[in-house]
């Protein structure tokens, strides 16, 4: 089964509003990565957060990892259309290969 | 300068064919991989290689075999096509293996369908 799960799995919202996004895993973890997939093309890393860190800022992003319930969670603020895609979480597998949760489709209405 | 370009973009062949998908890296990476992404958008692993050797194989079946013929290139070799192979492909790299290889950089992927 999948590693990292993503929640909700559709998300739509005004722009200007933030957006949250949440996975869960199962495993302990020693990193977890967060990447965007606009429609039809290739999947882009946003963050990456350490297991030792609690929070992470990049730009409009903040991520937090709660490793006491395994579970972290994507914020983005003052959303744009531009920001419509699908975000994905990505937690190392017993620190081997990355798996892949299902992902979140965010849609941003203009 | 595309970091990881993989050819074609697009295949559609019929069951029972063999195909190729080629991969490149110039980023100087030592890890390259393929996934899978379903119709419902699930992305699953199926090969590692750190150069040039194979360090993960999820269970694939046989009909795929990859390549590596020097740490900057990764193809993927599909025979006996079914309509369950139908997906798109994508081949990535990353600075070294596992929790301590950093980010994932995608290529744009390859979408496979089978008729």
């Known amino acids: 089964s999948q590693q990292g799960e993503e929640d909700p799995q559709a998300l739509s919202i005004q722009e200007g509003e933030n957006a949250t996004m949440n996975c869960s895993y199962k495993t302990s973890i020693n990193n977890l990565q967060w990447y965007r997939q606009n429609s039809g093309r290739g999947l882009v890393h946003l963050i990456l957060?350490?297991?030792?860190?609690r929070e992470k800022h990049s730009g409009r992003l903040r991520v937090t990892l709660d490793t006491s319930k395994k579970s972290s969670s994507l914020l983005i603020t003052a959303s744009r259309a531009a920001d419509t895609a699908s975000y994905f979480c990505?937690?190392?597998?017993?620190?081997?290969?990355?798996?892949f949760g299902p992902g979140t489709r965010l849609s941003v209405l203009p | 300068d595309t970091a990881v370009s993989q050819t074609p973009k697009y295949l559609v062949t019929q069951m029972g064919n063999d195909k190729s998908i080629k991969c490149e890296q110039n980023l100087g990476h030592d890890t390259m991989y393929w996934y899978k992404q379903d119709s419902k958008k699930f992305l699953k692993i199926m090969f590692s290689y750190n150069n040039k050797e194979l360090i993960i194989n999820e269970t694939v079946p046989n009909r795929f075999s990859p390549k590596s013929p020097d740490k900057a290139h990764l193809n993927l070799h599909i025979n006996s096509l079914e309509l369950g192979d139908s997906a798109v492909y994508f081949c990535a790299s990353s600075l070294g293996q596992g929790a301590q290889g950093g980010e994932l950089f995608f290529g744009e992927g390859s979408r496979l369908t089978v008729l």
């Open positions: 957060i350490r297991s030792n860190e």
């Open positions: 990505a937690t190392d597998n017993y620190g081997q290969n990355f798996v």
